[in-house]
């Protein structure tokens, strides 16, 4: 199956269910499947050849998932750019995967003025709310939506033809410690992730979702072709305050949520309405482990829905998940592999690391991407065979070494420690940022906190924990330190605590740890001076 197809079969089961919801406007299954073919043969009277890339720079709306299924459905590969992301960062990308159609706002066209001219292969821009018909850039033709999709309708051009194996589409990493890397990831990649996403959590086509991360997010694609995966409905939005999200669930009737932990620390200390116990039947996070006492708030807060505890990588997609059952007896574990997909712990030499040895995660199966575009260098580092292959297969299988550590217990369940770069080696320990992170949270004393290591003469690296103040409160440094010491190993507790008024995020809505820890160090410099 080729991921567009995910909604012919809504069409075909339940073609008057709603499929699409953004603001005040639906889309049934039948017309989301019909815009989507339009919007096909749009690219393709565009001339858009099989695996051109096309380029979306837009928020969440309707628009936003026919442009990217549509590429899909022509036999070009789409390429979600969040919305988040300046000029420089989007003709980066723009230029690195030579997009030929690019498909936005007038505003954000305006905001790439000046760097359209180093994408020398775009050819055509589609504005979906156009207000002017002047020329972007030269050589530059720009289309408004209406015309683009009126185009398509009245064209009969065949799609190319592909085949599930083929690249569907490019999600672009963070890129929080270089220039970003674009996964490529092909049909059958996202559709395995759809299906094995909706049976672990156990979609139904009655759910509705309430879809607040970016589509240049895996994890937030997994949220549209699940919900198409069994005809459910999915509900766009682009909220300003946290506290429009509690809302937003009430007054759609929301039966699943999808977050980041930066979005549930503060949903945590919401007041929550009373309707949400009414329709909530559950809540996944991924994206970074959910410190402990923010799961206890809302577990509090929400105590009828079901909180699934998810890990894995835009490489790999979703990998494991804990059930809610398992969140009480399991603190601290992302669960067991899901459907169709295989987690290895390993050492350095690949070999099976024993129950409760930590080691490098290593995922394979239908979830692994088909590398980096355009650089076989960072490919072949992460992309290495799976350990200990089948030598009765004459090809070799190629796993993802995730660079992250993490530790299986006796009974399959997998605790995930932290970057292997990222952790902190201090008096001849090596600790984990998370580890810290969470024991901070516990403390009830920040809003926000990241833990990183620097330099020290004596102890090899210092932990620094940087932090905001709690909802309404002060930060108290002297007390939060003092709490840590209760609770941590010496060698464990922070070395210094820093205020900030908010923490840097990437685009995809997590921490910016790089970032943080790159100013600390700058401003340390220059204090000094």
């Known amino acids: 199956m080729l991921v567009h197809e995910l909604l012919d079969l809504g069409a075909n089961r339940r073609p008057d269910a709603p499929a699409l919801t953004y603001r005040q406007d639906t889309l049934s299954y039948a017309a989301s499947a019909e815009l989507v073919r339009a919007a096909a043969r749009g690219y393709l009277a565009l001339g858009v050849a099989r695996a051109d890339r096309v380029a979306i720079y837009l928020e969440k709306r309707l628009e936003t998932a026919a442009a990217q299924f549509g590429a899909a459905a022509s036999g070009a590969a789409f390429v979600p750019i969040n919305p988040l992301l300046r000029a420089r960062q989007v003709a980066y990308i723009l230029k690195s995967c030579d997009v030929h159609v690019l498909v936005t706002t007038e505003t954000r066209l305006d905001s790439l003025a000046e760097v359209l001219a180093d994408c020398p292969e775009l050819r055509t821009v589609v504005v979906v709310d156009p207000t002017r018909t002047d020329t972007p850039a030269p050589g530059v033709a720009r289309i408004s939506w209406p015309d683009f999709i009126d185009g398509g ?213 239908a979830f692994v991407s088909k590398g980096y575009w355009r650089n076989k260098e960072a490919t072949a580092e992460r992309f290495r065979p799976v350990p200990k292959p089948d030598p009765s297969l004459p090809l070799t299988e190629l796993a993802v070494w995730s ?54 003469e004596v102890l090899g690296q210092a932990i620094v924990v940087v932090a905001t103040p709690p909802p309404g409160g002060a930060l108290d440094r002297a007390k939060l330190i003092e709490k840590c010491r209760e609770v941590m190993p010496t060698y464990m507790v922070p070395h210094l605590v820093v205020e900030r008024a908010t923490l840097p995020r990437t685009p995809n809505g997590k921490m910016d740890r790089p970032a943080i820890s790159r100013d600390f160090v700058e401003a340390a410099k220059s204090a000094a001076q």
């Open 153 to 365: 309708r009245a064209s009969a051009r065949p799609a190319h033809r592909v085949i599930d194996a083929d690249m569907a589409a490019i999600l672009f990493t963070s890129g929080s410690t270089g220039m970003p890397k674009g996964v490529v990831l092909s049909h059958g990649n996202l559709v395995a992730s759809a299906r094995s996403a909706a049976t672990h959590i156990g979609n139904v086509a009655e759910d509705r979702l309430l879809c607040v991360l970016p589509f240049s997010f895996d994890y937030g694609i997994v949220q549209l072709t699940s919900a198409f995966h069994v005809g459910a409905s999915v509900v766009l939005m682009n909220y300003l305050l946290p506290r429009d999200v509690p809302q937003a669930v009430v007054r759609e009737r929301i039966t699943g949520l999808a977050a980041v932990p930066p979005l549930w620390i503060p949903l945590a200390d919401l007041d929550w309405p009373a309707g949400v116990s009414e329709t909530l039947r559950y809540a996944t996070n991924s994206g970074g482990a959910m410190p402990r006492a923010t799961l206890d708030k809302l577990r509090r807060k929400l105590p009828r829905t079901g909180f699934h505890l998810m890990y894995g990588l835009t490489e790999a997609f979703r990998s494991t998940a804990l059930p809610p059952p398992e969140t009480e007896r399991r603190p601290g574990s992302v669960g067991r592999p899901i459907p169709n997909a295989e987690v290895m712990v390993v050492r350095p030499d690949g070999t099976a690391c024993r129950p409760g040895e930590p080691g490098e995660i290593v995922h394979r199966g």
């Open 403 to 456: 660079g992250d550590l993490g530790v299986f217990d006796e009974d399959g369940f997998l605790t995930y420690i932290g970057r292997r770069d990222e952790q902190i080696k201090t008096s001849g320990f090596r600790v984990s940022p998370t580890e810290v992170e969470d024991i901070v949270y516990s403390t009830h004393l920040v809003g926000e906190a990241v833990a990183f290591g620097v330099a020290h």
